[in-house]
């Protein structure tokens, strides 16, 4: 494996939150350095290696001096901006590439993607103006959930609209447009699958999760999912297909909503770790942070096979006070090492692992 | 819990080495910051935290700074300086204490403690001079073992002796005096158990380890053991009643040697995680870092059963290689981001995961 890079090189990581301070111990325990990219002077993952730049993500001074320090170039967030990522991409490799980003920033080009690959997605439309709205009100009945087509996340950026009404009075106040609008799709559970595919194209899948949130924001993921083999399957494909049709390289998560009849549509993906996916460290031979290292790096794959059953545990907030006097037996806690706590903003997890569940 | 270190409070780490790493990186994951404290720039320590002081260990300048910008003080290895220890336990907590330092410092004090605890030691005499030594052969027969009593490590400071001649060339050339001469164990197996003890004195085991060792150095640790659960159960009960006589606080290794009729005696101990116990991070919910960090923070140990079986592989100077390329399938590699691999240097291990043996 000649693209292997080599013990003892440098992964660049453009975020500083959580995600990047667990890639950044994942790549530790690889014998990588990491050097963290944030203009936050408060980042966590500044916490995990000597190496960062403080700096916003278009300086190009500051983003020339980070390529030449470090050997591959990663994120935790899918909202890189185009311009930095193109800039880096000139420069080292960039992974997952250019093309995974401009999707996934985009619902609308995401679920045309997705849709062109024959894998479902919940109707919709897009709405540039007042006669989009109305059309799309018509044919997709209400509900529907209204939301911006960039930089949403935990639930912002969206709101169920039950009327045209309300539909209008939520299209003057989301931004930025355009907007798409959904059909509310009945699900009767939402899943992810966290999905890995290496340079040389292998792929490898962890199980399925079940997810429940709260707020909109994930409160917990569940493994195994209570979902039938033929749904866990159906999931698995699809989120294969996706990675593979973005020649993708790295970690790639994709959420599903379950209909009642056990299939699956994709409600969006994330180029990057993912929160649903926490559950890997604690009870997976190879984690979803170790898995994308070794996947940017162009090392082989882990086994992404699990050892037990867990449920893992969004601390949001102050609910970080639950460590450590609550951990109690079979808890592996992660706190964020966040310097405050702020409504809504996640802390740290914890995974309760269940040592009666089977090994898969 | 009124003592417990908040989150996002400063543990202090002596020693740069793979050991106060893996520490490091444990005590990201619980959210706290870490300072490490080493004479060697090269520290593969330094590359994951961005506090370090690089200073000799008899600084006392510098000891005081760190000992200002930390909260508790930990360390890597067995042989801090007796007087670094007591100046740090004057300005901060340190953990494990003096007491443990000083007693396994030197094979005889340690023998003496352990021995006087009802727990067998290798029948052993100390060696001062000559004559010391045509006694001790004559009391103990031959073959037998001439050991350091100071500063031994990975069969560093020992010598298998033969005939009093033998052992008068040896006695020679081993320093510093006075020496230990051990009688020689007819071991079947050596095991080593990884215990805890946290503030309130609860105490937490991992299973026992099956070690191999290689030239001195180990080699394998093997989870489970090839042991009967009485001897198991042995293992344990001595390993806890140290931990427990020595009111220590952290993470202590115990050496055995199990006789051909399943009894053990203890060949040594360490005050710090060990190299025995490195399979606990692929297996364990919670490993011997992280239950280090927990017990010297004065928080809830915690639960130290296993979800698979496991053999540990260290690799050991250029071993380094099989990184990434010989990486197969359940396997979960350790690189410590040491620069140059050198004969007999410890770059890293492997951990082979079970799935088939059962959770314990």
Chains 1, 2 share one sequence.
């Not at 939301?147 to 709101?159: A, E, F, N, P, S």
């Not at 790639?252 to 180029?271: R, Y």
């Not at 190879?286 to 699990?306: K, Y």
Request: charged content about 20%; overall charge negative; hydrophobic content about 45%.
């Amino acid at each position: 494996m000649s693209e292997a890079l080599p013990l003892g090189a440098t992964i660049g990581i453009l975020g500083g939150g959580q995600l990047g301070r667990m890639l950044s111990l994942a790549a530790a325990r690889l014998g990588f350095k990491t050097h963290i990219y944030c203009p936050d002077r408060h980042s966590p993952a500044f916490e995990v290696t000597p190496h960062k730049t403080l700096a916003a993500y278009d300086d190009l001074g500051a983003l020339a001096a980070f390529a030449e320090m470090v050997d591959v170039v990663t994120y935790e967030f899918e909202n890189v901006p185009a311009g930095t990522a193109e800039y880096l991409a000139a420069l080292k490799p960039l992974r997952p590439g250019a093309r995974a980003l401009s999707i996934s920033q985009d619902r609308l080009a995401e679920k045309a993607f997705i849709g062109g690959l024959g894998i479902p997605v919940a109707p919709h439309r897009a709405i540039r103006d007042a006669g989009d709205l109305t059309a799309a009100m018509l044919a997709l009945g209400a509900p529907a959930v209204l939301k911006t087509t960039r930089l949403g996340y935990d639930g912002k950026g969206q709101r169920k609209v039950t009327s045209l009404d309300d539909a209008t009075a939520a299209f003057g106040e989301l931004a930025p447009h355009p907007l798409v609008l959904e059909a509310f799709v009945p699900f009767v559970r939402e899943i992810s699958v966290i999905v890995a595919r290496g340079v040389d194209g292998t792929t490898a899948a962890f199980d399925p999760a079940e997810n429940v949130h709260r707020d909109g924001i994930l409160f917990t993921s569940t493994v195994p999912a209570g979902i039938s083999a033929d749904t866990a399957a159906e999931a698995l494909r699809h989120a294969t297909q996706i990675a593979t049709a973005l020649g993708y390289v790295g970690v790639l998560g994709v959420e599903f909503f379950m209909l009642a009849d056990g299939h699956v549509l994709v409600n969006e993906i994330a180029p990057r770790v993912h929160n649903s996916g926490h559950w890997t460290e604690a009870v997976c031979i190879t984690d979803q942070f170790e898995q994308h290292i070794r996947a940017i790096s162009g090392w082989p794959l882990g086994d992404p096979r699990r050892l037990a059953g867990v449920v893992m545990e969004n601390l949001i907030g102050d609910e970080i006070g639950a460590i450590p006097d609550a951990l109690g037996h079979s808890i592996r806690p992660h706190a964020y090492g966040k310097a405050e706590s702020r409504p809504g903003r996640k802390m740290g997890h914890l995974n309760r692992v269940a040592l009666d569940s089977p090994q898969k």
